[in-house]
């Protein structure tokens, strides 16, 4: 079982609707949560960082962690056609003042049609 | 822009060679990460280094290796390169060495014929 899951997609929806991606972990140390928008052939720019457990908001972007369930979710609203994009998800543990890097979900493909 | 900035932004070599690219992190980002990005294998992290020193080793290959220098810089060195390692390669950096809020640069495809 790979420790992070996230449907490749392609998601397709219409301009204007809420769009919801998720990503699935398994290992239960992970405490820190981001979502990356990346466009083709570009770097990854990041999204919206979470630390623990719950919601966080940042103008049509709303991402949710529940560690309970091991899910993490980010809401896109009033979605438009420059959202479309790859969306990573990715995680990181902390490991008492050690260090490492995100693992990250292979990404989900985002359209969003005119 | 992310701050970040990796060069070259491409490079064609073959096989049995050896490359370096280069990465210049956000001013006072302590922390650089390389990660690997292929279709397959989605993202990976390969190394960190935190203010001149390696702190974290991912999936990185022993014919892969990188170093940070006292400017803050960090260059990473692949070689007897296979068809396999065609990809993308980031450079992140961030102020903390926790590995969140991570930014990334832009990247360098590199082409191995």
């Known amino acids: 079982q790979k420790e992070v899951e996230q449907d490749p997609g392609p998601l397709s929806v219409p301009e204007g609707a809420i769009v919801s991606l998720n990503c699935t972990y398994s290992?239960?140390?992970?405490?820190?949560f981001m979502w990356y928008r990346q466009y083709s052939r570009k770097g990854p720019e990041l999204l919206m960082y979470?630390?623990?457990?719950g919601n966080k908001e940042d103008g049509r972007f709303t991402a949710q962690v529940d560690k309970s369930s091991k899910y993490i979710s980010l809401f896109i609203r009033d979605s438009q056609p420059s959202d479309s994009a790859t969306y990573l998800c990715?995680?990181?543990?902390?490991?008492?003042?050690?260090?490492?890097?995100?693992?990250f979900g292979k990404g989900t493909h985002l359209i969003i049609q005119p | 822009d992310s701050g970040v900035t990796q060069t070259p932004k491409h490079l064609i070599t073959a096989t049995g060679q050896r490359v370096t690219l280069r990465c210049s992190p956000r001013?006072?980002?302590?922390?650089v990460y390389w990660y690997q990005q292929s279709l397959d294998q989605g993202l990976q992290f390969l190394i960190q280094?935190?203010?001149?020193?390696?702190?974290a080793k991912g999936n990185i290959l022993e014919r892969f290796s990188a170093q940070q220098f006292p400017d803050l810089h960090s260059e990473l060195n692949l070689s007897s390169l296979e068809l396999g390692d065609s990809a993308l390669y980031f450079c992140?950096?961030?102020?903390?060495?926790?590995?969140?809020?991570?930014?990334f640069g832009q990247g360098t495809r590199l082409t191995v014929v």
């Open positions: 992140a950096s961030s102020v903390a060495p926790s590995g969140s809020e991570a930014f």
């Open positions: 290992n239960s140390a992970f405490q820190y």
């Open positions: 979470t630390y623990s457990s």
């Open positions: 990715a995680m990181s543990e902390y490991s008492g003042g050690g260090a490492d890097g995100l693992t």
């Open positions: 001013s006072g980002d302590l922390s």
């Open positions: 280094y935190y203010n001149g020193e390696e702190r």
